[in-house]
C-alpha cells in the first residue's frame, strides 16, 4: 500500500511537470492580451495550443516560439475578431483550461452522427449535386465543411438520418452513399484523379485539420491554378542554416484569421517539429518565420524536399483564402434546404469555392463563398437575384472578397517583401551566435 501511494504521488508530479502552465496577461500590452504557456516539449503541442486560440475565433497578431532542451515557450499576442483585447473572463478561463489540459489529449467527440470525407475534381454546380444526393438517399446533413483549391475539392460532412435522427450504420446503406457520391465526384472521367469517399461513425477528429490532411493526401498542392500563378497569394522561401542544424522557413502573405494554424498544421503533418519562431502582422500583411527540423532531428536535405515544402505551404495558405462573396444563410432547418439552395447558386452561375453547414437547434446557418463561372467577382445584381430567389431575410451578405479589397501587391512587391523581410532570420542567427538564445540541439 505504501508503494502504491508513493507510486501515485509519482505520477501527479510528471503529470504536473509534463502539463503545460498558461499565464495570461492583460497589462503588458496596451492593444493585445498576451497568452504565454509553458511545457515540456512533445510533438504537436504547439498546434494543440494554436489550435484552441483560432477556435475561439481570436486574431493571433504576434507570436514568439522558443525551445530550450526539453522545454517550451509560447508567447501569443491575441485579440478578438474586432481587433480588442480579451476582456470576457469565461473565455480566459476556457483558454487556461483547454491548453492546461491538452497533454491529456482530449478531442472532440461528434456523437451520433457519420462522418463522410470525400474529395474530388471541384466544378460548378459539384455541390448541389451532393446535396441533391444525400437529400435523395434521405440523409440529413448536420455539419459540414468545404474547402476547393487547384480545381480539386475536400469536404468533411456530418449525417444522420433524415427519418430516425440516428446515425447510419447500416452497411449496404452506407456503400450505396459512398457510391453514388463517388459518381458524383467522377462526374469527368479524369482516372488520374479518381474521387475517394470514406464514411465512418462517431469520428474523433478536428475538422479543419482533417480537411487540411485530405487536400495533402489528395496531392493539391501539385497542381497550380492560372490565376495563383498570375498574382501569387503567398510567397515561401526556404534555406538551410548548416551551423545549427536547423532549416529556416519564411512565408509572407496577406493576413488573415487562422494563418497560424494553417502553417503550423501543415509543418507538423509533414512531420516537421519548430524549434523558433516568431509571427509578425501589420497593415493587412503577415510574415511568419520558422525554425525547423524532421522528428529525427535533420533539416531539409534536398532540393527536391524544400521545393515540396514551399508548394505544401502555399498551398495550405491558399486553401482557406476568401475568395468569393461571402453569403450567410439562416432558415429553418427541413429536409432538402441545402440541396434547393445550391441548386438555384448552380442554375444562376454562381460556384461555391468554400462552405461552412451548422444546425442547431433546428436552425440552420449557412456560410457559402461565391465566384462567378471564371472565379472572379460576381457581378451584384446576380448576387441580388439570388437572394430574391432565395429570400432577402434568409439569405445575405456578410463580407465581400479580400482580394478585391486591395490590388496593389503584384508579383514582383510580393516577391521583394519576402526578401526583406527573410533578412530577418539574420538577426535570429546572430542572437544565437552570440548566446541570447539557447539553441535546442
Not at 113 to 138: C, H, K, P, Q, W
Not at 156 to 164: A, F
Request: net charge negative; proline share 2%; glycine share 6%.
Amino acid at each position: 500500500m505504501a508503494m502504491k501511494g508513493y507510486l501515485d504521488e509519482y505520477e501527479k508530479l510528471v503529470i504536473r511537470m509534463n502539463t503545460p502552465r498558461v499565464v495570461i496577461d492583460n497589462g503588458v500590452c496596451s492593444s493585445a492580451t498576451i497568452v504565454k504557456v509553458d511545457s515540456s516539449r512533445r510533438n504537436g503541442i504547439l498546434l494543440e495550443a494554436v489550435q484552441i486560440l483560432t477556435d475561439l475565433n481570436l486574431s493571433i497578431k504576434k507570436a514568439y516560439i522558443s525551445s530550450d532542451g526539453t522545454w517550451n515557450m509560447d508567447v501569443f499576442h491575441v485579440t478578438d475578431l474586432n481587433g480588442n483585447k480579451l476582456n470576457d473572463q469565461s473565455v480566459l478561463r476556457y483558454i487556461e483550461q483547454s491548453i492546461e489540459t491538452v497533454y491529456y489529449g482530449e478531442n472532440i467527440e461528434v456523437n451520433g452522427l457519420t462522418a463522410l470525407e470525400l474529395t474530388g475534381t471541384d466544378r460548378i454546380g459539384l455541390l448541389s449535386e451532393m446535396f441533391a444526393v444525400l437529400s435523395d438517399l434521405n440523409c440529413d446533413v448536420v455539419d459540414a465543411k468545404l474547402w476547393t483549391h487547384n480545381g480539386r475539392v475536400a469536404s468533411v460532412i456530418y449525417l444522420k438520418d433524415c427519418i430516425s435522427g440516428a446515425p447510419i450504420l447500416d452497411s449496404h446503406r452506407i456503400s450505396k452513399i459512398e457510391g453514388r457520391l463517388k459518381n458524383v465526384l467522377n462526374g469527368d472521367n479524369d482516372v488520374n484523379s479518381a474521387a475517394k469517399t470514406c464514411v465512418t461513425v462517431d469520428s474523433m477528429m478536428h475538422i479543419e485539420r482533417r480537411l487540411h490532411q485530405l487536400m495533402f493526401e489528395d496531392r493539391d498542392y501539385e497542381r497550380r491554378s492560372k490565376k495563383h500563378e498570375r498574382s501569387p497569394m503567398v510567397v515561401v522561401t526556404v534555406q538551410n542554416w548548416a551551423e545549427r542544424g536547423y532549416s529556416v522557413v519564411n512565408v509572407h502573405c496577406r493576413d488573415r484569421t487562422k494563418l497560424l494554424f494553417d502553417v503550423v498544421c501543415t509543418l507538423t503533418d509533414m512531420e516537421y517539429a519548430v524549434f523558433h519562431a516568431t509571427i509578425n502582422t501589420a497593415e493587412g500583411q503577415a510574415h511568419l518565420e520558422f525554425y525547423i527540423r524532421h522528428k529525427d532531428g535533420s533539416p531539409i536535405s534536398s532540393e527536391a524536399e524544400r521545393q515540396r515544402v514551399i508548394q505544401c505551404l502555399e498551398a495550405a495558405v491558399e486553401r482557406r483564402a476568401l475568395e468569393g462573396v461571402r453569403l450567410e444563410l439562416r432558415h429553418p432547418d427541413k429536409q432538402g434546404l441545402l440541396a434547393e439552395v445550391t441548386r438555384t447558386f448552380r442554375e444562376n452561375g454562381l460556384n461555391v469555392t468554400r462552405t461552412e453547414i451548422s444546425t442547431s437547434s433546428d436552425m440552420a446557418t449557412n456560410i457559402f463563398y461565391v465566384t462567378d463561372a471564371n472565379g472572379d467577382e460576381p457581378d451584384f445584381k446576380l448576387i441580388e437575384s439570388v437572394r430574391e430567389k432565395i429570400g432577402l431575410e434568409c439569405l445575405r451578405v456578410k463580407e465581400m472578397p479580400t482580394m478585391y479589397h486591395k490590388k496593389g501587391d503584384g508579383e514582383e512587391q510580393q516577391q521583394t517583401k519576402a526578401v526583406l523581410v527573410s533578412l530577418g532570420s539574420l538577426v535570429w542567427r546572430n542572437l544565437f551566435n552570440f548566446g541570447l538564445i539557447k539553441s535546442c540541439s
